[in-house]
């Protein structure tokens, strides 16, 4: 981070809000996975439902990345699904051709070390919004809170569950952000109150 060789307040103040909501946006991400990761697991319609699987994918054409995380992993009799939980916003640095070759590779993987399963990856996504490049190569996109809905026999908006979380969230990267640099945690809270950021946390 730069923040240190700013000579501009307003730019020192900008760049250190951006790197918040980087971290926050990190954050919720995670989060979004274990709330989703709760509601299918209290559904009970898995024998087996698992966060963060590593898988091999050092043989696909991936660039460098040899391990594919996959968000959630739910077997039930001879099926294997490897969902792909979306975050709340969409990266614009992610290559759609890469990920959907990590996704290919994750599913082509999973399913060789599970022979007699079927192994089906697909991404769960609010709005649930088909990307093409992603269908032609059998990665499916449902709509995360209608699956959640019909998965729990109840009425499931991710949206407004999550978002009681995300002023504390915002709070807890601004005070570690300020620890690293050495500032005191009131130069974050500031700026963050500015935005009626506020939270007890």
């Not at 614009?92 to 890469?98: A, I, V």
């Not at 915002?170 to 700026?191: E, F, H, I, N, T």
Request: net charge positive; glycine share 8%; aromatic share 6%.
């Amino acid at each position: 981070m730069l923040f240190r060789s700013i000579d501009d307040e307003g730019e020192r103040q900008l760049q250190f809000l951006g790197s918040v909501v980087q971290s926050s946006k990190i954050t919720m991400g995670t989060l979004l996975e274990e709330f989703v990761c709760e509601l299918v697991t209290s559904s009970r319609e898995f024998t087996s439902v698992k966060h963060g699987v590593k898988v091999d994918v050092s043989c696909c054409n991936a660039g460098s990345r040899k391990k594919h995380v996959v968000d959630i992993m739910c077997e039930r009799g001879d099926s294997i699904s490897c969902f792909n939980v979306k975050s709340f916003t969409r990266s614009n640095t992610e290559d759609p051709c890469l990920l959907v070759e990590l996704y290919v590779a994750a599913r082509e993987e999973t399913q060789r070390l599970n022979p007699g399963k079927h192994v089906s990856y697909q991404m769960l996504r609010i709005g649930g919004t088909p990307i093409p490049i992603y269908d032609e190569r059998g990665v499916t996109t449902l709509d995360l809170n209608g699956w959640l809905s019909t998965l729990c026999s109840r009425t499931v908006n991710v949206e407004r569950e999550m978002a009681s979380l995300r002023p504390g969230v915002y709070v807890r990267s601004a005070k570690k952000l300020c620890k690293s640099l050495g500032l005191p945690a009131s130069y974050g809270l500031d700026l963050l109150a500015t935005y009626r950021i506020r939270s007890g946390a």
